[in-house]
């Protein structure tokens, strides 16, 4: 079974609207991670945003902030005022348990931000 | 901010040969490492962890005599993609631990390298 999914292979945004992008995640361990990670053309993996199972707001960072629905088991990932910049590759991805800093992925959603 | 330089961050290898990546946290001291293998268009990965001072441990289907990790300080791990052959060609990418990076949270967040993309002919 799929621990991170991400329904959205690909999404359009207008600059400066927001757009959501879906995961949802499978795990039985009642602590866990979920990070957000943007992967430009070039490669690198970027970290935007965290949200622990333990944390009761929805975490923010700057234009991203995070949708978390802990009983329907979803991270859902906002931009706002998108930006031609953010026109990337974004993962969501999970740290099961706290002895562990290993991630799993999603398979990522592909956003392009047009004019 | 945590910094991890991933090197060489393309390489073209005859098959048959063997070509190492080397991954260092350059700020800060990582006992463990991460590596990653993502295909085009594909997820990423989890290959292996690298954890300082003692063997890799790999994940299922990943062949340990091929892909040989060595993480012998705590700012180095590197990998070696023994008897490359073409199916080899992929986008390796590391990670280490940055402690307390994550927000409000202060959790471990990973700090990616830039990646290494292998080609084997």
């Known amino acids: 079974a799929q621990k991170i999914t991400q329904t959205q292979p690909g999404m359009f945004v207008q600059e400066k609207e927001a757009v959501t992008l879906d995961c949802t995640y499978d795990t039985s361990d009642p602590s866990y991670g979920l990070f957000w990670y943007k992967q430009p053309s070039s490669g690198e993996m970027i970290f935007l945003i965290y949200?622990?199972?333990?944390?009761?707001q929805n975490a923010t960072e700057g234009r991203y902030s995070l949708n978390f629905q802990k009983a329907r088991k979803s991270a859902n990932l906002v931009i706002s005022a998108s930006q031609l910049g953010d026109s990337a590759m974004y993962f969501c991805?999970?740290?099961?348990?706290?002895?562990?800093?290993?991630?799993?992925f999603g398979t990522g959603t592909r956003l392009q931000v047009f004019p | 901010g945590a910094v991890v330089s991933q090197h060489p961050s393309r390489v073209i290898c005859k098959s048959g040969t063997s070509v190492k990546i080397e991954c260092r946290s350059l700020d800060f001291q990582a006992t463990t490492m991460f590596w990653y293998r993502q295909f085009p268009k594909q997820s990423l990965m989890l290959m292996a962890t690298s954890n300082e001072g003692s063997k890799a441990t790999y994940e299922q289907g990943v062949e340990k005599d091929k892909f040989l990790i060595n993480h012998a300080s705590l700012t180095l791990s590197t990998l070696t993609v023994t008897s490359a052959h073409p199916e080899d060609s992929s986008f390796y990418i590391c990670?280490?631990?940055?402690?307390?990076?994550?927000?409000?949270?202060?959790?471990?967040?990973?700090?990616f390298g830039a990646g290494s993309r292998l080609t084997v002919l």
């Open positions: 990670s280490a631990t940055y402690l307390g990076a994550g927000g409000r949270s202060g959790a471990n967040v990973l700090t």
């Open positions: 991805a999970m740290r099961e348990g706290h002895n562990t800093d290993k991630l799993i």
């Open positions: 949200q622990g199972s333990y944390d009761q």
